[in-house]
């Protein structure tokens, strides 16, 4: 089998490069180096060798389109993405630049390829919009309401899929991602919050907690998800899928976790500072119907996942 895999050089995209070779693909990775990072793919090619392309790559082009039909994958793994709320609302043009025509890019090449299957990362938090805590976790029956240009250009992107499916025939299955945490993932860039955390608590360093820390997230561990797109090259045809846990923690009971996971003792105390613009008070997926059309379930626990992120991090600092 062979894969093109967009975004192949950033957190969860060189994860699930990882996983692929070391099960026998042929993978090429497509990434403009914007966030991602050449040290992602180190692993991988001591894994792949011969297996593994490089091209170095920005799918708004329209030398992405031609490279899929010259390459003609089995599937495509589309993860590039601007995929922050903050910069979307800052600069909402450059976010659908990328996320809505680089998708349509991507789809093109399908097309031309004659490609099999698209697997697409969508954004769980993003995608469904703020609902009652009340109705979480959330199921893929809840309505698509985004709430920031970020969620909206993810949105289009499964219309597109849809549409596609329906013209030309080209299978997809899109995954609904919670906040996917684990090692390798940028506290500088792309991070979420358990990345951050994670490198000031090794460095002894105060944390910042934004708006009163009860808000709650989802965490879901990245070897459980790259597990789901692999999954999703074969099952879950034409479906948009939960890749979360359904459980909710408080920022503050993560806090909590992770300086305990490091060591400190007392624990340092957190800086409040108010809330930042775009951010969901509560978020929660529920996984069901990923186990049903997948077989997938989360099989890390957030204590154990964790203690990677910290035990990776303790070798950077």
Not at 157 to 170: A, F, Q, V
Not at 186 to 192: T, W
Not at 208 to 223: H, L, S
Not at 264 to 293: C, F, M, Q, W, Y
């Amino acid at each position: 089998m062979r894969a093109v895999v967009t975004g192949g050089a950033g957190f969860i995209g060189s994860s699930l490069v990882d996983r692929l070779l070391a099960e026998g693909w042929k993978v090429d990775v497509v990434d403009d180096l914007s966030t991602g990072s050449l040290a992602n793919l180190a692993d991988a090619r001591t894994i792949g060798r011969r297996s593994l392309s490089f091209h170095n790559l920005d799918i708004t082009l329209s030398q992405s389109e031609e490279l899929i039909k010259k390459i003609k994958p089995d599937v495509i793994f589309h993860l590039a993405a601007q995929s922050s709320v903050r910069p979307s609302l800052d600069n909402p043009v450059y976010d659908a630049q990328v996320n809505i025509l680089g998708t349509l890019r991507i789809l093109e090449g399908a097309r031309l390829a004659k490609v099999e299957r698209v697997v697409y990362a969508a954004s769980g938090g993003t995608l469904y919009g703020e609902v009652a805590s009340s109705k979480l976790p959330l199921d893929e029956s809840a309505p698509i309401a985004p709430m920031s240009p970020y969620g909206v250009s993810k949105k289009v992107g499964l219309d597109y899929l849809r549409l596609y499916r329906e013209i030309y025939g080209i299978e997809f299955c899109a995954l609904a991602l919670a906040n996917v945490y684990g090692p390798r993932q940028n506290p500088h860039g792309e991070a979420g919050v358990v990345a951050i955390f994670a490198e000031k608590l090794c460095k002894k360093q105060q944390c910042v907690i934004y708006g009163d820390g009860e808000q709650t997230r989802d965490f879901v561990y990245i070897d459980d998800v790259v597990d789901a797109f692999v999954r999703a090259s074969e099952q879950g045809g034409g479906l948009l899928l939960n890749i979360g846990t359904g459980i909710r923690v408080s920022i503050n009971d993560l806090y909590q976790i992770m300086a305990k996971a490091c060591g400190l003792t007392p624990i340092l105390e957190a800086i409040h500072l108010p809330p930042k613009a775009g951010e969901l008070r509560d978020n929660s997926l529920d996984p069901t119907r990923a186990l049903v059309h997948l077989g997938w379930k989360q099989w890390t626990s957030l204590k154990d996942g964790v203690e990677e992120v910290i035990k990776s991090a303790k070798q950077v600092v």
